[in-house]
């Protein structure tokens, strides 16, 4: 068969490949493809494998998962992707050359980002098993397989996933890699269906088994009631939680938990410990309005928390599952059924991964849909317009996600209708995606969002690791230039002292119709932006990179650890949001964020014209009337709660001033 000049040598082969899967002449191929290329987008070559790679995808979905046992669909797949990287003769031929232009200077090092050289240690004893010699596949690619094939990766987080399975290879993922992925979420699969149901507990037509813990093959699961203690097994589906207390012979009947009810309950971590001591932070607490008292679960381990992070992940994604399905009503089931479709292999690829990664297990967000945009900035725009891709596409194909886990052989699928048979009939000549325009978008504004807030809380993670001795002397340096003015301002604010309170707000009045305070705060924020534009001019972000706090001491206390615990942790956390807060504002006069100083700085000016320009009289008196109102049930009511999360979102994406801790007086106080 001859040869496209055009193409790649890999290519080539792969659409060949598709020619044989598919039975139908390469010339066929190209001839359909031209009938509906558009010339103005361009990308001849990447558009026709794509082409070819969506047909012959359709046709391998059928017997996928004899095809993934053997091998045979991962080596295609993969393929398929060096060819969409790829995919003309002269990337090829630029390819080569830069290859061989490396082995002449000397064999390449592997590149590990500085922020995963920690991890890439523990991947020293198993990287054979996940790099060889050929060819590497990058994000892009990996995100395009994921966009026809939902196996692999969801559209939605798939750059997350990739992110995080090629962390220890340099960002590039390797065939034995992805071979072995591919074929531990089928094992996954094979044990799930070996999982028995909960004793006395009856699964909907439409309720898979995802996760079970606490059996002999695994670590316990302790549930605690009170003072005492029940080792059992717990069954997670993608509708509920089930618990079953070990008995002497056998197991106990299943408690329900129901994830899917509508109503406002919530999962979150917990402490135990004897006589109620929160000792061990390794436990989730479930808490419903139905229930007088929370579910506390435990998962006991030696060292970190890690499988109470995974169950915990698990678990609201589940919950937040059904709150996106009630928040955003599906049409049609075959719709609600793609939303859990989606929602299970998510969980299907965490569970493969944390088997192919054992030494470090990877962050299980990063592999779930709702768990993840949950918490990145933008999260919920995302979700937005995944509902509404959902509803505007036809999940019926054999290539959407309830498609590919009737494929994969998961029991007592409800996809197994005459319809859908008939509809992946007649879609065998269809190119599919799931990839949608505007979501690419948002999706791809997420992450860049994401990366930035994750930088800036980096730059706090070193600050809420201090103890509490040294977060009551980084506070107390803090609020040295401050004085008594800020314990007095909160007392003021919080009504704890109602007489003073009444005065201020009297007083404010007054001032208002005398109209003698307009200019004043006018001239205070222009003072406070010459600051700010004379911490840029002078750069003091290099000159004094950091606070330095001395924390010597004379003495220490013993204290009652647990009577006092629960204040002490109440007390460290509010010095901590404190310290964090005011190393935050301190950032944005040093310029240390250019972005965030530069918003600041504008809105600072904006703010000062307008007061400067409107009668001040007015401005105060709707000032103080709406920071009241706020304070009040209706104004809690009308609260705009997609307004609030965009400052949060921004306020988080603010790196803080590092802070050294010394044991001395410096000679020279900065």
């Not at 002269?90 to 922020?115: F, M, N, Q, W």
């Not at 909907?204 to 080792?231: K, M, N, Y």
Request: glycine letters at 4%; one cysteine or more; proline letters at 4%.
């Amino acid at each position: 068969m001859l040869k496209k000049k055009h193409l790649s040598s890999i290519a080539n082969h792969v659409i060949q490949k598709c020619s044989q899967e598919i039975e139908t002449p390469v010339e066929k191929l190209e001839e359909d493809f031209k009938a509906q290329w558009n010339p103005e987008k361009g990308h001849y070559s990447r558009k026709f494998v794509e082409f070819c790679s969506s047909k012959a995808l359709t046709y391998m979905c059928q017997n996928i998962e004899e095809k993934i046992s053997d091998g045979s669909f991962s080596r295609f797949s993969f393929d398929m992707m060096l060819a969409w990287q790829m995919p003309r003769a002269a990337d090829e031929e630029s390819h080569l050359e830069s290859v061989a232009k490396e082995s002449e200077d000397g064999k390449r090092p592997l590149k590990v980002a500085a922020e995963n050289e920690d991890v890439s240690l523990f991947y020293s004893d198993i990287m054979p098993l996940l790099v060889n010699n050929d060819p590497s596949i990058g994000e892009d690619s990996f995100v395009w397989l994921g966009s026809l094939f939902p196996l692999i990766a969801d559209f939605v987080n798939a750059s997350f996933t990739f992110e995080t399975l090629t962390a220890p290879t340099g960002h590039q993922m390797f065939f034995p890699a992805y071979d072995k992925f591919l074929k531990e979420i089928h094992m996954c699969v094979n044990n799930l269906q070996k999982q028995a149901l909960p004793k006395g507990a009856e699964f909907a037509d439409d309720e898979f088994i995802l996760c079970v813990d606490g059996t002999a093959l695994t670590q316990r699961v302790v549930r605690h009631i009170g003072g005492t203690s029940w080792p059992g097994r717990l069954t997670l589906t993608n509708y509920a939680l089930y618990f079953e207390a070990s008995g002497k012979l056998t197991y106990e009947d299943a408690l329900k938990i129901d994830l899917a009810k509508n109503t406002e309950h919530s999962v979150k971590t917990a402490a135990t410990g004897p006589w109620g001591a929160p000792l061990f932070d390794k436990a989730i607490v479930y808490e419903s309005p139905e229930l007088s008292e929370g579910i506390l679960l435990e998962f006991p381990e030696l060292t970190s928390s890690t499988r109470r992070d995974f169950w915990l992940a698990l678990v609201k994604e589940i919950l937040l599952l059904h709150q996106f399905l009630s928040k955003y009503e599906m049409e049609y089931p075959t719709q609600t059924w793609e939303i859990h479709s989606r929602t299970i292999l998510g969980i299907l690829r965490l569970l493969a991964a944390r088997e192919m990664l054992r030494i470090s297990p990877p962050a299980p967000t990063k592999f779930l849909i709702f768990a993840l945009y949950d918490e990145i900035p933008k999260g919920d725009y995302v979700l937005e317009q995944l509902a509404d891709s959902i509803k505007k596409v036809d999940t019926k194909h054999s290539l959407s996600a309830s498609s590919i886990l009737r494929n994969i052989n998961m029991p007592h699928s409800i996809v197994m209708s005459e319809e859908v048979k008939a509809s992946d009939m007649s879609d065998e000549g269809k190119v599919v995606t799931a990839k949608d325009e505007v979501l690419e978008d948002i999706v791809n504004q997420a992450r860049e969002e994401a990366k930035e807030v994750e930088i800036a809380k980096a730059t706090t993670d070193k600050l809420k690791e201090e103890g509490i001795a040294e977060s009551a002397q980084v506070l107390m340096e803090l609020l040295s230039p401050a004085g008594k003015l800020l314990p007095w301002f909160q007392e003021v604010i919080s009504w704890e002292r109602p007489s003073v309170t009444f005065t201020v707000i009297a007083s404010t009045v007054i001032i208002c119709y005398k109209e003698w305070i307009g200019k004043a705060v006018a001239a205070f924020l222009l003072w406070a932006l010459t600051k700010a534009i004379q911490g840029r001019r002078q750069k003091n972000t290099v000159k004094r990179n950091e606070i330095v706090v001395c924390t010597a001491s004379d003495k220490s206390t013993m204290e009652s650890i647990i009577s006092a615990q629960y204040g002490l942790i109440s007390l460290h956390e509010i010095m901590q949001a404190a310290n964090v807060t005011l190393l935050k504002c301190r950032s944005l006069f040093e310029y240390r964020s250019p972005r965030h100083s530069n918003t600041m700085m504008m809105a600072m000016s904006g703010i000062a014209i307008f007061i400067a320009l409107i009668p001040f009289k007015l401005i105060i008196i709707s000032a103080v009337c709406y920071f009241f109102i706020t304070q009040s049930k209706l104004g809690r009511y009308f609260e705009n709660k997609q307004g609030n999360r965009r400052q949060r979102e921004w306020w988080d994406s603010i790196p803080v001033v590092p802070v050294r801790i010394v044991d001395k007086v410096p000679n020279h106080p900065t």
